[in-house]
């Protein structure tokens, strides 16, 4: 069992971090987050601490400062090898000193040094960071403060750098604070949380500003997850920001920057075909040993193990007739249920199904990098597009080489990435649906696995976008650099972000617009934004920095994928990073007191101040070097304990039911009640599929998500069946099974 690590005492002597103060201030979808960490010296000698923590992977860090007393050292962003340099000379001299860097091996692991505290001495450090709040399916922005961290599985041999230092325990002995303040340009509608709030304050009539505060108590047993509400949310808006005088003319930093979020629609047309889209669908399912733990939803305790067979049975009933598909489990191995990917059909389907009731969670560590070598190997299907699904707790230690793989086959396919419990690493979750063009979802506290699958296998059935081109119309005197990474996907709905740094001069009043053009189904799309060219006020430089650091993450992509020119690519990083004041991998914080100097005597005593670690949210009794899990007890999934369940396992690949005893269970009814009522001119497949449509649409409308292209094949189905009298059918339907489902409702 893995308990508090790192080097501690055998008597597990209290560690220096004592709390945790949170703000956040939240405008329109940008978070800026101010965290406060308070250190206390509580040995009789000099102290040394080390804090591995989670950021989200994409968090602008824009400020790091120590107040010892009433003094106040704020930091300054060097090169990394410069920073550690002055970290070691400090503290061999007796300077306090303090160290923020970010992990090479994965960019939402940060380690916070705290040098030479002298004994019985308080250090408060504080760190801000910006960050983008990412629209859910349900239109809400959600904001994660990250608490809990899990330890990440290296492959033998690997060097896990910064990662390795993960220190975690049953509990943790420092106090956590929150308080957040909401502003937008539209009415806030509500903001929910995963975690006790105290009542959402308003702070005028228009609601369009308001502050909540986390209640006290908080455990860091998960992450502090908020999901606000705007009224008009999807609405596409450009964000000019100034620059700042006092920078070097034509720097990043001395120029406006543009922030466009836009929100590119579908015809209906394309939307109601996805049921017949085809492709190839590869779902690799993590089945390491932390997969076999336990989680906390609306059914109560179930297994993630458990979870991800449901989703499986779903997605494999939902799946467009004549596709392909596989699928994979890995843990320090991998195995697939076919040798290459298969037609989809009624024979392939019930191997599956049988293959999926055998699923366990035991292939020990997480090693993902080779399952997915192995199916990039295989060739693709012409006409039928790759669709990856990656299901996995995110417990590993070469997220960047995973990136760069996923990265190198991008043409290929796209990549649907799920991040299953507290602690899975933003970095390789968002990381593989960004370079993989797909999309990703987390799958936390109470939340069901498969509405949010499902929403992505929607998704995947939307046709591939190609040929996408950003194109801008500015005055004449103006031109644009665009700072973030080509769009290399796009979807119904879901936000597409664009920075870009405008150069020259041209009058405030002055209108400039961006053009996205791109090809659905063959033909042309065009998405066009006007904006003012006038900065916004009062937005500080959190849109400069947030490009900063998409430009940053831009040249570490091609740092790692180029074989010449890496140093001059390196040094633009560092100079960007030291300009903007904003982190990368290559540069650090550092912060001396240098009005201390005492002398030392004797070696520092060091500490490792724990981090919440999975088990307190899955519920196992501890999980081994290995990987395996101490699993509670809990119940395995039953298909038949559930009506849901046992309803769609009956549906035929085709998307029809047969009428029999086992259906008639479902709808609490025998056989013969439901062949006895059957139209005497309908068929009995016709008469079974039928109802299961109404019973659905009856019964389960709030779960309508879960089982929508379950529903479009029936659909389909009986469409193609010529079906007379469908409206008295309908009729007899709902009598039978106690439902007023409308005909049209059915989508036949």
């Known amino acids: 069992m893995m308990n508090c690590c790192g080097l501690v005492t055998k008597e597990k002597q209290s560690v220096p971090l004592k709390s945790i103060s949170v703000e956040v201030q939240v405008k329109s979808h940008v978070a800026t987050v101010t965290s406060t960490l308070q250190y206390v010296n509580e040995e009789e000698r000099h102290l040394e601490a080390l804090f591995v923590f989670p950021l989200p992977a994409d968090a602008a860090v824009c400020h790091f400062s120590a107040k010892i007393g009433d003094q106040k050292i704020v930091a300054e962003v060097q090169k990394k090898q410069t920073a550690r340099y002055w970290y070691d000379d400090a503290v061999s001299s007796g300077q306090q000193v303090f160290l923020l860097e970010e992990s090479e091996e994965s960019s939402d692991v940060f380690s916070l040094s705290v040098g030479c505290l002298s004994p019985g001495q308080n250090a408060d450090i504080t760190i801000t960071y910006i960050t983008e709040l990412s629209v859910q399916d349900d239109h809400s922005l959600r904001f994660c403060l990250p608490a809990v961290l899990n330890p990440r599985y290296a492959p033998a041999g690997s060097d896990a750098g910064i990662v390795s230092e993960i220190s975690s325990c049953d509990s943790v002995p420092y106090t956590l604070t929150l308080s957040v303040h909401v502003s937008s340009p539209n009415p806030i509608s509500k903001l929910e949380s995963n975690c006790t709030l105290d009542p959402l304050v308003f702070l005028n009539s228009d609601h369009t500003q308001a502050t909540v505060n986390l209640s006290s108590g908080h455990k860091f047993d998960k992450d502090v997850e908020l999901f606000l509400y705007y009224q008009n949310t999807h609405q596409p808006t450009a964000i000019v920001e100034a620059g700042v005088n006092t920078a070097k003319p034509g720097s990043l930093m001395s120029d406006p920057v543009v922030m ?279 937005t500080g430089l959190s849109i400069h920095r947030l490009a900063a650091r998409s430009l940053i993450r831009c040249l570490e992509q091609e740092e790692r994928t180029r074989g010449v020119d890496v140093e001059d690519i390196k040094r633009r990083m560092v100079e960007i990073s030291v300009e903007a004041g904003v982190s990368s991998v290559h540069t650090a914080f550092i912060a001396i007191n240098k009005d201390n100097r005492e002398a030392v005597k004797g070696p520092l005593i060091q500490r490792r101040v724990p981090i919440q670690v999975y088990e307190s949210y899955i519920e196992c009794d501890g999980i081994e070097a290995d990987g395996t899990c101490n699993r509670l007890d809990a119940p395995e999934s039953d298909f038949h304990d559930d009506p849901f369940l046992q309803l769609i396992s009956l549906q035929k690949a085709s998307g029809c039911w047969e009428l029999n005893a086992a259906l008639a269970r479902v709808f609490g009814k025998t056989e013969d009640e439901l062949t006895n009522q059957k139209p005497a001119q309908v068929d009995g497949s016709v008469w079974a599929t039928l109802l299961s449509l109404i019973w659905l649409y009856g019964y389960k409308i709030q779960q309508q998500i879960e089982w929508q292209f379950v529903a479009m094949k029936a659909a389909s189905w009986i469409g193609s069946q010529n079906v007379v009298s469908l409206s008295q059918c309908v009729c007899d339907g709902n009598h039978l099974l106690g439902c007023q489902v409308k005909e049209e409702t059915l989508g036949i």
């Open 260 to 538: 466009i979020s836009l929100y590119p629609e579908f015809p209906e047309k394309v939307m109601s075909s996805l049921g017949t889209t085809q492709g190839e669908f590869i779902f690799l399912v993590d089945r390491s040993g932390s997969m076999d733990c336990m989680m906390h939803h609306w059914k109560g305790p179930q297994m993630l193990i458990e979870s991800a067979k449901e989703t499986l049975l779903l997605l494999l009933k939902s799946l467009p007739m004549g596709c392909y598909f596989n699928i994979y489990g890995f843990g320090t191995r991998f195995e697939s249920f076919f040798p290459q990917s298969v037609v989809y059909n009624q024979d392939t389907m019930d191997q599956a199904l049988k293959k999926v009731s055998e699923i366990r969670a035991d292939m020990r560590g997480t090693e993902i990098l080779q399952p997915l070598k192995h199916i990039y190997s295989q060739p693709c299907y012409p006409e039928h597009p790759r669709q990856l699904f990656v299901f996995t707790d995110g417990e590993v230690k070469n997220t960047k080489e995973v990136l760069d793989l996923v990265r190198l086959h991008a043409h290929s396919h796209r990549c649907f990435s799920f991040g299953i419990g507290q602690g899975a690493s933003t970095a390789l979750i968002t990381g593989m649906a960004k370079e993989g063009s797909g999309h990703a979802q987390f799958i936390t506290g109470t939340d069901r696995m498969q509405p949010k699958v499902m929403e992505s296998l929607r998704f995947a059935l939307q046709p591939a976008v190609n040929k996408i081109s950003v194109q801008w119309k500015v005055p004449d005197g103006i031109t644009v650099d665009t700072l973030s990474p080509p769009i290399s996907a796009i979807f119904q709905g879901q936000r597409s972000l664009i920075y870009a740094q405008l150069k020259g001069q041209s009058s405030e009043s002055s209108e400039g617009s961006v053009i996205v053009q791109y090809n659905l189904k063959d033909q042309p799309v065009t998405n066009q934004l006007h904006f003012c060219l006038k900065p916004t006020e009062d």
